[in-house]
């Protein structure tokens, strides 16, 4: 199913139909202010496992990130960070950026291993921030382009639906997406590393 959704002024009812589409464990596919992304409520263990075989991976492989509201959320999940990460962060989010920080406890339990870092996003999109505070818990989210596919991503909604309806419950046409991803940057020795150049300058 595809749902077409103002980017800008995103109607009560559409948004309604999409949390209670992820409540339900549905997997989604998103825009954000970079590329379209697959997402799903980051409790949800079989909405997760659909992701792995989707995805073709197991569970101490995923790499996969959350995506916040605001910056607000971040302690329930992470370790405090330096005074330079920090800066970076809330100069550049919300924005097409994806910053790696040292988990807390609570990131194992959900993804069922020792994973001891998380990436983290805030978008500069309407729809997404709006999805995560009526649904008031994070997303967890991973590229709609698997790390084996050299294709270009794709940034068209109708297409994408095409391809993965099968596979997702439903794809939230927020207009023509991105071809570049976000700017991954890693804060986990408590400096800033940029690991992948993308849409985001810091």
């Not at 406890?105 to 500069?124: H, L, W």
């Not at 023509?176 to 976000?182: A, E, F, K, N, R």
């Amino acid at each position: 199913m595809i749902l077409k959704v103002h980017p800008e002024n995103p109607a009560p009812r559409h948004l309604k139909q999409i949390i209670e589409t992820i409540k339900q464990g549905g997997i989604i596919i998103i825009p954000t202010d970079s590329v379209y992304a697959i997402a799903w409520d980051i409790h949800n263990t079989k909405a997760y496992e659909r992701i792995l075989q989707l995805k073709g991976i197991k569970k101490k492989e995923a790499n996969f990130s959350f995506l916040f509201f605001d910056l607000s959320q971040l302690s329930e999940f992470t370790l405090p960070f330096s005074n330079s990460c920090f800066k970076a962060i809330k100069k550049s989010l919300p924005g097409p950026f994806t910053f790696i920080l040292n988990a807390n406890n609570k990131v194992p339990k959900i993804f069922q291993n020792k994973k001891k870092t998380i990436g983290i996003r805030i978008p500069d999109n309407l729809i997404v921030t709006e999805i995560i505070n009526e649904l008031g818990t994070p997303l967890m989210t991973t590229s709609i382009k698997g790390d084996d596919d050299f294709l270009e991503y794709m940034t068209d909604p109708e297409l994408i639906h095409e391809k993965f309806e099968k596979l997702v419950d439903l794809v939230v046409d927020g207009g023509i997406g991105d071809l570049t991803p976000s700017t991954v940057v890693s804060c986990v020795d408590g400096e800033i590393d940029i690991v992948r150049q993308g849409k985001g300058i810091l």
